[in-house]
């Protein structure tokens, strides 16, 4: 089947969908094959999903209950998004949104919501990959081939999304340190998720690091173990992160909006700022430069 084709197919279906778990729903033949992203099936194609099952949360007030997340503070948040959204969408032109940022950043929380209010197609690059290898898991992945292993599937997913337009693409942490991969990212507009180590840890202490390989030592305090290597990451892939053509920093929203700290934020809060930060970057560059083609 034709990759757009399939594509097109679970575009469908994983445009609504969330939720943490790393496992994509798979079908066809499930060989792994390096270098090659294959979504549909020999049997015509499947409808694929992205992690989980959950769906995404219309867009209207999330009542905040004790320790739940939510993701917009209040109704006026929600329709600022959508506004914000009108405006970008005819700016964007269908160019694609890749969201780059250490594991953790909320590249799938919000990658979901910005799909969402443009009414692109969401996909995470983890998944395609889990899907094209033929394997419920990133970790299995590095365990039974090797983190390389990885990174080609990696880019081989990156170079058949680029060739798309539409699409909010969430990658992995780690598909900024291949210089290849940002030839296929900047065929569109890419988002760096900043977030300070400090949170980026507290929220992997608290989902666990069973699924994300590079973190999982065994260790008894898992937000010290995590803050360690993510330190050791940003440290070793700052100048890759660089590269993205817009910067959304977690602290620099909390400081405008008045908050101590990261955590008050909403995954809503941060997709409006990512929007402002697109509809800046394009209006700088029109002005510079003509149209929006030439970005
Ligand atoms: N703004 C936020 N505030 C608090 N927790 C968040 C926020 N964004 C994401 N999270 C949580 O952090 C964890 C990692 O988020 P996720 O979107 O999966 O990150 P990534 O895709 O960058 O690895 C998830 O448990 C998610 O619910
Ligand atoms: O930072 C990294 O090298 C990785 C990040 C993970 O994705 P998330 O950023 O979605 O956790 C996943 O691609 C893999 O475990 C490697």
């Not at 995404?56 to 503070?73: D, Y």
Request: aromatic letters at 4%.
């Amino acid at each position: 089947m034709a990759m757009e084709a399939g594509l097109a197919m679970q575009t469908r279906a994983v445009g609504v969908v969330g939720g943490g778990s790393r496992s994509g729903a798979l079908g066809g033949d499930r060989r792994a094959r390096a270098g090659s992203l294959r979504i549909g099936g020999p049997a015509g194609g499947v409808a694929l999903r992205a992690r989980g099952a959950m769906p995404v949360a219309p867009l209207c007030c999330v009542k905040t209950s004790r320790g739940q997340q939510s993701l917009h503070n209040s109704v006026d948040e929600a329709l600022l998004l959508k506004r914000k959204a009108e405006q970008v969408l005819f700016e964007l032109n269908g160019r694609c949104i890749y969201l780059v940022g250490m594991m953790g950043s909320g590249k799938s929380t919000v990658g979901k919501i910005l799909a969402e209010v443009l009414g692109y197609s969401y996909f995470d690059s983890d998944s395609l990959v889990e899907q094209a290898v033929g394997m419920p898991s990133v970790a299995q992945i590095f365990k039974v081939h090797s983190e390389a292993f990885f990174r080609d599937n990696e880019s081989s997913v990156l170079r058949d999304l680029s060739s798309m337009q539409r699409l909010v693409v969430a990658t992995g942490g780690g598909a900024v340190i291949r210089p290849v991969n940002w030839s296929y990212m900047k065929k569109g507009l890419s988002i760096m998720l900043d977030v300070p180590l400090d949170a980026l840890a507290k929220r992997i202490a608290q989902v666990g690091t069973a699924s994300r390989p590079l973190l999982d030592q065994p260790s008894a305090d898992p937000y010290t173990a995590a803050f360690a290597k993510l330190s050791l990451l940003a440290e070793q892939r700052g100048d890759a992160y660089a590269n993205a053509d817009v910067r959304v920093s977690l602290e620099e929203i909390a400081a405008k909006q008045g908050h101590g700290d990261v955590s008050q934020l909403t995954p809503t809060d941060i997709a409006i700022e990512a929007l402002q930060k697109i509809q800046n970057i394009v209006n700088e560059h029109s002005v510079a430069s003509g149209p929006f083609e030439d970005l």
